[in-house]
């Protein structure tokens, strides 16, 4: 897997409080949280700017989506760097850099429709985020509880909850500029808590190739493309209903905007606490299994949904079972990177798996706007959900199985290595 050297034992990390895995792990959520806080400040602002700047659907989408696809796609070279430099160094480069966007938008650049582009365009260096803390907290565990570690690290995605549920209220009591100089506060002073106690774990593997070199080798790995499309899948399917279940709520049963928000942050809030659930359940049973059994939720709860039934119970109870299984989904996904990928390769391949998560997202809320825009219903974008989860564990039982076990058995040989 190319060459590699052991990492200095920085900083005292295996002297006090600050080398615990536990702090590490909880900082590291901490920070993810505040980042992915920062990054969802423009979504649940988009209607009044469509309303202050009069903009069109397609550039209140555009605004919506630039951070979004910015922080999807950063994340490839971000979990490149990390696997590099590390999360000490990454986790308050990345917090100190999202500060400029934030404060840029929330004093200066909410005027007009090409100043909120260059912000959000940058504030999606929040987003990236991700593929600092999964190779930072899966270095820190052992292999039989990094299923667990990173679930509960993935499940600081819960930041977006709370910048929609916060970002419109601030702005009401105390001004435009509120939540983002609050968010930049935070982001200031999670970046110095990070440097000061974040530490690498001991004989962390550090790569001395090039970029170039190590991404080459990743993409050559089968558990790139695997974990890829699986997360697709169940973050992407987690996304896309965070962002389009207020709007299928309105459009399919008449709820007014407030009802259908509150059941939006009821089935985040499932999905969220479910990941760590996934992870730990994986370390048990196995990703695969975890992997099949929330796939195989997806189609039934999409299928039953695709005939709209009545919102209680059967609609309500369809929708949080589609919450709980991709939120265990996700985790389970890197459960399964944890096991697949070489140690000083998770960051890289974390990069690209997470970029597929965060487009997975971007895409289905289009094609279903674009559904009802063309038959008046949503049958036919849910019965394309459970097609795809379907494919999606097909490939489970297959190409991911057959790949874990090699990989086990190759263990076995090599003696547990």
Request: proline content about 6%; hydrophobic content about 55%; overall charge positive.
């Amino acid at each position: 897997m190319g060459s590699s050297r052991a990492a200095p034992k920085a900083g005292g990390a295996e002297r006090g409080a600050g080398g615990r895995p536990a702090v590490m792990l909880a900082m590291a959520t901490l920070g993810f949280a505040i980042n992915f806080w920062a990054w969802a400040l423009l979504s649940p602002l988009g209607p009044r700017f469509q309303e202050d700047l009069r903009l069109g659907s397609f550039e209140q989408a555009l605004l919506v989506a630039v951070p979004v696809v910015v922080g999807s796609l950063g994340r490839i070279p971000v979990g490149a760097l990390t696997d590099r430099y590390g999360g000490r160094v990454m986790f308050p480069l990345v917090s100190a850099a999202t500060i400029v966007p934030v404060l840029y938008i929330g004093l200066l650049g909410h005027s007009s429709l090409a100043a909120l582009l260059i912000g959000g365009f940058f504030l999606g260096i929040g987003g990236t985020a991700f593929a600092v803390g999964v190779p930072f907290v899966n270095a820190w565990y052992p292999p039989e509880r990094r299923g667990f570690a990173t679930g509960v690290f993935g499940a600081g995605m819960g930041g977006t909850a709370i910048g929609a549920l916060t970002t419109v209220p601030m702005v009401d009591s105390a001004g435009m500029a509120a939540p983002f100089v609050v968010t930049a506060v935070l982001l200031a002073v999670y970046a110095a808590a990070a440097w000061l106690v974040l530490r690498e774990a001991p004989g962390r593997t550090v790569p001395d190739r090039p970029m170039t070199e190590r991404m080459a080798a990743v993409l050559r790995l089968p558990v790139t493309w695997q974990a890829s499309a699986l997360y697709a899948v169940a973050f992407g399917g987690y996304v896309a209903f965070s962002v389009y279940l207020p709007t299928y709520l309105k459009s399919q049963y008449g709820l007014e905007p407030t009802d259908a928000s509150n059941r939006m942050a009821g089935f985040v809030l499932l999905a969220v606490l479910m990941r760590p659930v996934g992870g730990w359940l994986s370390d048990r049973i196995g990703a695969v299994t975890v992997m099949e059994v929330c796939l195989i939720t997806v189609v039934v709860a999409a299928a039953v949904q695709s005939f709209a039934p009545p919102l209680m119970p059967l609609g309500t109870i369809a929708f949080l079972a589609m919450a709980a299984a991709l939120g265990a989904g996700s985790g389970a996904v890197f459960a399964l990177v944890a096991l697949m990928a070489p140690a000083n390769q998770v960051g890289s391949v974390t990069g690209i798996v997470g970029a597929a998560g965060g487009l997975g997202g971007f895409v289905p809320p289009l094609i279903m706007g674009s559904i009802y825009g063309a038959f008046g219903g949503y049958t036919v974008g849910l019965l394309a959900l459970g097609v795809v989860a379907g494919a999606a564990g097909v490939l489970t039982l297959t190409g991911v199985r057959h790949a874990v076990n090699e990989r086990q058995a190759s263990r076995i040989r090599g003696g547990g290595s």
